[in-house]
């Protein structure tokens, strides 16, 4: 609202800022306030609280002797990291596979949606959504499972195929120039339909009364997606993507430890895999640290950039 | 009136969200309330591995005869817990991080007990053992008990391997007999029974879907064919009066190229590096497989499967493959097969200690099962029923945790076992297993390197592969003396030189 437009009874004095009038409004409506508390206790208790441990990235720790007794060593882990070779193909790997990820797969969901939002019978449209939905509620080690049946070279339906098309037979999880593939359209595979819902969900946000203004103005099916069906649903499209940049050094650790071997380690070790076998199986727990507290960096950065830039360019942001 | 209501049902919703989250359960309370009660049994949690085994119906891990059994006897209430054991020891790391620990875990690596120890996370059991240990004390030789000593104290009770090593060669002798072949002994001899089994369709169906030799993951159940060049992985040699370490012998390089050469011309199974020990027991017994390095109680497991799959499989055990220099042989195994471990935070060590000493003390029942059930003794030969026998494998699971070899009863116990020619399998063994000249605690490079160290070997299934050249190995070598090895080999050495080695040796009496 403009100052010095029509005046509304606005509670609280707002010459003095945002805050007091935040106070007044707890003031009176305490009670609604109170519901907050929980809700602010849990994020303080299990989201703030254990940041604490990210200390443990400027210490050697040894879980023994705890927190406070591990001694301070400042920045030696993250020069470690940067001076690892190790950690630039790790680097190198999560990227490329996150941004295969987004650049095949983030569309693909908003594809599938346009399509099964045209589509006209009911019955077809249900089975089709439930059916693409459920390989999500799969775990990755049943998925890996049936990728490695099904890529298998000894008996495998792909590799029985390419054969009878008079093709080499190739072995997918153990080719370092095909193994990313694998990866992408498997977790293509599993969650393509799962990230539909949000998009369907948001075609309902689009008012009905503009197709009925187009088809009188005699837009046809193409130009009412293009230019009805497509702009209102960006916002959605929008905060995703940015989400989804959020994400960008989690290149799918869970389905690349089931899947890997050390055949192909050189392309598909990501920042994730190599924590958890450091960490874990060396039991350098700060060193790990060091590369999360890296990677949350990051991310971080990403989104902020991420929602600066759509809200200059695109007038639209998630806050 | 509004404002009323609206205050009370915030309350409520406010007051039950918390009260959700503070709830402890009330099985933990009784939990609790147990322990502290004087009459009660007193309960130990400890985390063991369930070496795959399963249950008869209606029985687990923590239901069971012989876990009763124990109970009844020690009179303690045992809660035990067992991590998947593909992922076994991962999960001993994840438990020891999580701050909440058991009464006891039992390890299989040296190196990991190694460096827990040092890092003070187990509690020294000398006075412990003293007092409530006297079957361990006696049947738990002194040189076992060395090796789990740390600044001069012990930090674990040392389960004990009944055999100095586990692999020799099977091969389906049906499938010789029917290609005309003899059993193979040299390598070259090897190279031709492994590719006719590959391609002169050995079963005879007329399909091409039979595999020459199988090997695993990270290379399991290669380590004959090492042997044939006189060389293992991860073993110390004596070299003019040294130790080195086989990973990076140039012999080690022979053996790669060798099954390089073989994998190159379509010899071996394409898909080894995929294969989890449950993947090559299924080919095995789906009769896939023509040659593999077989444990000495495979005969029991997939070959049996296999053999009652396909009545008319015969396999046969094969003499190890003999290099050009005559040499051949096997890995060896370390004398210690586990750790069982107390942490320091731990308040029932005791009970810990008298729980494994009753294991000790009972090999009849544990090790060979509930006398004149499963065994008796008839005409002084030992009876064993095969199916109750089978049915009470699972009592291994405990027995192991202490295994303390009997070698009288060990072979009328192998002999009643019937058909599967184990005792043979273990002497074959036996005969040729190639000596770790090394057998002293980790040292600290070894804590320190092991697991980098073993990671850089992932080169050799590449080299395999075809995937890298040969000739990479000399770079891994150099890069494994850089990374550590060369400080684990000085150490070793120091070890190789100090008298504790003569000492322990001169005890050995081979």
Known sequence: MKPGSKKLPVPGPNRRGYFPSLWSDIWKEWDLYLLLVPGILFILLFKYTPMYGITIAFKDFNIFTGFADSPWVGWKHFEK???????????????????????????????????????????????VQTVIYLPHFLSWVIVSGLFIDLLSTNGGLVNKLLVSLNLEPVAFFLDNSVFRSVLVTSAGWKETGWSTIVYLAAFSMVDPSLYEAAKIDGAGKWKQLWHITLP?????IILMFILRLGSILEAGTEQILVMYNPVVYKVSDVIGTYVYRQGLGNQDYSFTTAVGLFEAVISFTLVIVGNTLSKKYLQRGIW | MRSKLRFVSTLFVTVFLFSAGCDVPASEKNREEQHKGAGAAKSIGIVISNLGMTFPAGMDENDNRYLNYIEEQTGLDIQITTPPTEVYNEKLDVIMSSGKLPDMLHAYEAVWFGNYAKQGAFQPLDDLIDQYGPHLKEKIPAEAWDRVRYGGKIYAVPSLNEVSGVELMYARKDWLERLGLQPPETLEEYHEVIRAFTQDDPDGNGVDDTIGLALMIDLGRSSPFFGAFGTQLDTWFER???????????????????????????????????????????????????????????????????????????WIALPYPTGPDGQKGVYETDMIRGYNVIPASSLSAKEVIQFLDFIASDYKNLKLGFENEIWKWENGRMVTDFRKHDEQ?????????????????????????????????????????????????????????????????????????????????DRYVEQWKREGGDEMTREVNLWFESSERQIVRGNEGE
């Open chain 1, 232 to 236: 209102g649903i960006a916002p959605i």
């Open chain 2, 393 to 473: 494998l699972y009592r291994g699971i405990y027995q192991s945790l202490v295994d303390v070899p009997d070698p009288v009863l060990s072979k009328e116990r192998l002999d009643s076992l019937g058909d599967f020619h184990l005792y043979d399998n273990l002497e074959m063994i036996r005969q040729n297993v190639i000596n770790n000249e090394f057998y002293g605690i980790p040292t600290p490079a070894m804590s320190k390197y092991d697991k980098k160290l073993s990671e850089l070997q992932g080169i050799f299934t590449n080299i395999i592969l075809g995937i890298e050249p040969i000739e990479s190995f």
């Open chain 2, 240 to 314: 003019d009066g040294k130790l080195v370490n086989g990973s990076i012998l140039p012999e080690t390089k022979k053996a790669l190229a060798y099954l390089a050469g073989l994998y190159e011309e379509g010899l071996l199974d394409r898909e080894f590096p995929l294969n989890l020990q449950k993947n090559l027991f299924e080919k095995i017994r789906d009769g896939k497989v023509g040659l593999f390095s077989a444990t000495w109680y495979d005969t029991r497991g997939p070959i049996a499967a296999n053999k009652q799959k396909e009545p008319k499989a015969k």
């Open chain 1, 81 to 127: 990291l940067f001076t690892s070779p190790d950690f630039a193909l790790v680097f190198q790997n999560t990227v490329i596979i996150s941004l295969l990820k987004i650049i095949i797969l983030f569309p693909l969901p908003i594809i599938v949606a346009l399509m099964l939002n045209e589509m006209k019978n009911m019955m077809i449209k249900r089975s």
